[in-house]
T-cell receptor, first 113, second 111 residues
Framework: DTGVSQDPRHKITKRGQNVTFRCDPISEHNRLYWYRQTLGQGPEFLTYFQNEAQLEKSRLLSDRFSAERPKGSFSTLEIQRTEQGDSAMYLC???????????FGSGTRLTVV | GENVEQHPSTLSVQEGDSAVIKCTYSDSASNYFPWYKQELGKRPQLIIDIRSNVGEKKDQRIAVTLNKTAKHFSLHITETQPEDSAVYFCAAPNTGNQFYFGTGTSLTVIP
């Protein structure tokens, strides 16, 4: 296990299309987080899971966003009807205990044209 | 929720000098404070952290100090090197261990 993996690394999509990203956390980490980062800003919290339970969602997470972690391992983040404002880096992170630091993945850079 | 403010937004230092980045937080219940380094186009990486039961922690050239009364914590980098150039983020958690990040400090170390 070499860390948190995210796929794809880059995604270009047309406005209105749906996109799905995948995150594979460090295997022994039971907490998984999704963040969004735009240029020049710090990561913004979107949602997090403890095992398969989604425990909190940010107000940033509109109805077009949905996240799952069906078996408590990998997670997916889907954005429906993408808008240009969705263009950002989507970062996944995992951790073992709280409070504790995250290990971030390399992110998926989404560009909506 | 937690509110984290970070200063300065940009910082330039000569190689070998020290750099200090400061953050304040709002939630007095926060008890863990990490610092992340993000190089251009790469993921944020945890470089040091501090828990609320200590006031200072050092790791080679990097140190973090915490003042719980004033609700601020700082990152100190001594003997800076060009490879220290990056964006640094502080963060503070809410009760669910989801972090609120500062807006970042772009550090440039001039050779």
């Amino acid at each position: 296990d070499t860390g948190v993996s995210q796929d794809p690394r880059h995604k270009i999509t047309k406005r209105g299309q749906n996109v799905t990203f995948r995150c594979d956390p460090i295997s022994e980490h039971n907490r998984l987080y999704w963040y969004r980062q735009t240029l020049g800003q710090g990561p913004e919290f979107l949602t997090y899971f403890q095992n398969e339970a989604q425990l909190e969602k940010s107000r940033l997470l509109s109805d077009r966003f949905s996240a799952e972690r069906p078996k408590g391992s990998f997670s997916t983040l889907e954005i429906q009807r993408t808008e240009q404002g969705d263009s950002a880096m989507y970062l996944c992170a995992s951790s073992l205990v709280a409070p504790g630091g995250y290990t971030f993945g390399s992110g998926t850079r989404l560009t909506v044209v | 929720g937690e509110n984290v403010e970070q200063h300065p937004s940009t910082l330039s230092v000569q190689e070998g000098d020290s750099a200090v980045i400061k953050c304040t937080y709002s939630d007095s219940a926060s008890n863990y404070f990490p610092w992340y380094k993000q190089e251009l186009g790469k993921r944020p990486q945890l470089i040091i952290d501090i828990r609320s039961n200590v006031g200072e922690k050092k790791d080679q050239r990097i140190a973090v100090t915490l003042n719980k009364t004033a609700k601020h914590f700082s990152l100190h980098i001594t003997e800076t090197q060009p490879e220290d150039s990056a964006v640094y983020f502080c963060a503070a958690p809410n009760t669910g261990n989801q972090f609120y990040f500062g807006t970042g400090t772009s550090l440039t170390v001039i050779p």
